[in-house]
């Protein structure tokens, strides 16, 4: 039996090897980098699930139906490819149930963040999600690679440099080891590379497609070059074809490190601090947005309030939102990219901005959150807003970064890709980021983590039964 060839080894990559080995098939996974994990170890905020266990023991009140309203009126009505969606939001809650019970990650807190109708972002209680995620089921394939039955095994600093195609089928891969020799592996393949949020060279894929953001930082690793775009465009006959390529995802809250401010690879200031309670700050100290918006509303704003020149913009939580989010918050200290205030005052202090004004803000807030006044910027979510004033913030300088790219392979609803004229692509899948069309012109947070464990289960599935 040839194994199925899997081709990155993060989130995506991960759950399609384990898909292979529950259908009975044999895996090879490669990734180019010494460690695996992608991107999706540094996943903060959570993963979505719509009708989940967590949910119902925590009395939320949730439906794939409502999850899929979401989605489509965030992809926005030109780029909502309803099959694509239904297949991500149905296919939640059996995903999260995959990791919590053939995996034991715990994921037993849920949360809202921006674009949600309710709460349904799940994480644990130890470290980041993705971290939780992603390392378990690295445990469990390298513990699957050492079993006698060797059906899994882990190809590391084995970048994958071509397919191989005999007539219209896809039957393996060519790929460099770390000395740079150049190998063959037969079988079908799985492309989990992610996205190209990190291809800032001049002829690459955000100079080609979205010139406007090479200037911008990110927060991607450096494996994000869209190795698996390129792939399978490159296939000599019948290839591949990608969509929405203009659609990156800039994310608002990018943390700027005070120790080095022009960093081009910035660490994330995850969206589940706004969903606790965070609130955005003008250097005047006055909001400009609703925090709980989607994230391409709340950047639009944020480069009018830049532009305006009434940057830089903080975000500033009080002692209740840190203390629900502490694992992250301890860790962002640490690293010395928030400062913690003993109150408002010394807040206002190092802001150079009047106590009174800042404090009205605040004071503000507490109304529109009571209901007794309505929030002007339409704010309806408010989470820890009973700020004492008096008691510690944590304050963090925060810029747009380029964090997450919308377009890619195109792919149907059983993750084959697809050629130009729609047709499956025999012996090739994609999952995971290197996905294209799945969120359209805004993807929702949380929603790529899901992506990566949907569709990577599906192509797994798939690739295994195909031989
Ligand atoms: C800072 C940060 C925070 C985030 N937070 C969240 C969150 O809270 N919730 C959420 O849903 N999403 C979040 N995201 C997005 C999410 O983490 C990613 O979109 C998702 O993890 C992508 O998973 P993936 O498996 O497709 O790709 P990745 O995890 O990026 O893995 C791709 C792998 O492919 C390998 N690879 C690439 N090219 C080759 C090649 N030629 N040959 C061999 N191997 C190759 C890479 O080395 C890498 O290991 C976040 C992203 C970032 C950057």
């Known amino acids: 039996m040839e194994p199925v060839i899997i081709v990155g080894g993060g989130l995506s990559g991960l759950s399609a090897a384990h898909s292979v080995l529950e259908h009975g098939g044999k895996v090879v996974l490669l990734d180019k980098k010494q460690a695996l994990g992608g991107n999706s170890v540094k996943a903060s905020s959570g993963i979505n699930g719509a009708g989940t266990e967590s949910q119902a ?170 190795d698996g775009h390129v792939l399978v465009t490159s296939l000599p006959s019948h290839s591949g074809v990608l969509v929405d390529m203009n659609q990156v995802q800039v994310h608002p809250t990018g943390f700027i490190d005070p120790a080095q401010p022009e960093a081009k690879t910035k660490f994330l200031a995850a969206e589940a601090l706004r969903g606790v309670g965070g609130i955005l700050l003008t250097k005047d100290g006055s909001r400009f947005v609703d925090e709980m918006e989607k994230r391409d509303f709340v950047t639009a704003k944020m480069w009018e309030v830049i532009q305006n020149g009434n940057g830089p913009v903080r975000l500033v939580l009080g002692l209740q939102a840190a203390t629900e989010l502490k694992s992250h918050c301890d860790f962002y200290l640490s690293k010395g990219l928030m400062r913690k205030f003993a109150n408002l005052g010394e807040v206002a202090e190092d802001m150079r901005v009047s106590p009174k004004e800042i404090q009205s803000t605040f004071v503000a807030h507490k109304s529109y959150a009571s209901g007794h006044e309505k929030d002007p910027f339409g704010k309806t979510y408010f989470r820890n807003s009973d700020i004492d004033i008096e008691e510690s913030f944590l304050v963090a300088l925060i810029t747009p970064v380029v964090h997450y790219t919308m377009g890619g392979v195109l792919v149907d609803e059983q993750a084959h890709v697809l050629d130009a004229s729609g047709k499956p692509i025999l012996g090739l899948y994609a999952s995971g980021e290197v996905i294209g069309g799945v969120h359209g012109k805004n993807r929702l947070g949380g929603s790529s983590l899901l992506e990566a464990v949907v569709f990577g289960r599906i192509a797994g599935e798939n690739a295994a039964k195909l031989e």
């Open 57 to 226: 023991r925590l009395n939320i009140s949730d439906s794939p139906q409502d999850f899929y309203d979401d989605t489509v009126k965030s992809a926005g009505p030109e780029l909502a490819r309803p099959h694509l969606i239904t297949a991500l939001t149905s296919n939640s809650a059996p995903a999260i149930n995959w990791l919590t019970k053939n995996f034991g990650v715990d994921l037993s807190l849920v949360s809202i963040l921006g674009g949600h109708s309710t709460p349904r972002t799940h994480r644990g209680t130890g470290g980041a999600p993705g971290w939780a995620i992603t390392s378990t089921l690295m445990k469990k394939l390298v513990a699957e690679e050492e079993k006698p039955e060797k059906r899994a095994r882990i190809l590391k600093n084995a970048k994958v440099i071509k397919l191989l195609q005999t007539e219209n089928k896809v039957t393996g891969v060519e790929y460099e080891d770390g000395q740079g020799q150049k190998l063959k592996l037969k079988g079908p393949v799985v492309i989990a590379t992610g996205g190209f949020g990190a291809d800032f060279s001049p002829t690459g894929f955000i100079a080609t497609h979205r010139p406007d953001l090479v200037q911008l930082p990110t927060v991607n690793g450096d494996h994000a070059t869209g």
